[in-house]
């Protein structure tokens, strides 16, 4: 069985999503800890109402980053974590906490990385007049959203969207694409060249790309 940390800084919906995908998929691998940096996460319940361990390492009022990133680490390793999730965790992360769990550590973020790094990715997205937005999964190195990408989703913007329209497309695409590409690293086939990551022995349709219901074939 490999261990599961997973960080949240608020709903949870993506750690619920790789949750439920790894009992029903029954997983070699278990959630050991879903940790959040904010005490009143509303992820923290459902965390709980699945059964699963919870644990706080607040970091309000926490200015130094490396110790505060310190604490978080040792919080983490006492899982033996094969891979730490960060799902919608919020904070920055210092260099040495991702070098630290470098190659294991994997981010979802809600853009077609590397249009839109950063926050505000929705309204961004809208502000920029885009037709095609998304979500990325990536492995976390040094630089902000810019790891290599194991899994991209694509979905439409529509005509008078509006921020919370695209947003809610986008989640559920996030939900699709997270377990997808945790699957992929816990079944180690997941090969990583330079900024590049192909997967081994791929099945019809693992091509990493998930496009919007009406393109699939
Ligand atoms: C998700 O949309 C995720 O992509 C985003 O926060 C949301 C968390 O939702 N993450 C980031 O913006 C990271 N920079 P969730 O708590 O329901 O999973």
Request: glycine content about 8%; aromatic content about 4%.
């Amino acid at each position: 069985m490999k261990n599961i940390v997973v960080l949240i800084s608020g709903r949870g919906s993506n750690m619920i999503s790789i949750a439920q995908a790894c009992l029903s998929q029954c997983w070699p691998a278990r959630i050991a800890a879903v940790i959040s940096n904010r005490p009143q996460a509303a992820g923290l319940a459902a965390a709980r109402a699945l059964g699963l361990p919870v644990e706080v390492e607040d970091s309000a009022g926490r200015t130094d980053r490396e110790a505060y990133d310190a604490d978080l680490a040792r919080r983490i390793d006492a899982h033996s974590p094969d891979l730490v999730l960060l799902a919608g965790y919020m904070r920055i992360l210092t260099p040495a906490f991702v070098d630290r769990f470098a190659g294991r550590l994997l981010n979802i973020h809600p853009s077609l990385l590397p249009s839109f790094p950063g926050l505000d990715t929705h309204r961004r997205a809208l502000e920029a007049g885009v037709k095609v937005h998304g979500a990325t999964v990536h492995l976390v190195t040094a630089e902000l959203d810019s790891g290599p990408i194991l899994a991209q989703a694509a979905v439409p913007v529509m005509p008078g969207d509006d921020e919370d329209a695209l947003s809610a497309r986008v989640l559920e695409a996030e939900h699709a694409i997270y377990p997808m590409a945790v699957r992929w690293m816990i079944d180690e086939r997941v090969e990583v060249r330079g900024r590049t990551v192909r997967l081994r022995d791929p099945g019809p349709g693992e091509t990493g790309l998930l496009l919007p219901r009406s393109e699939r074939a």
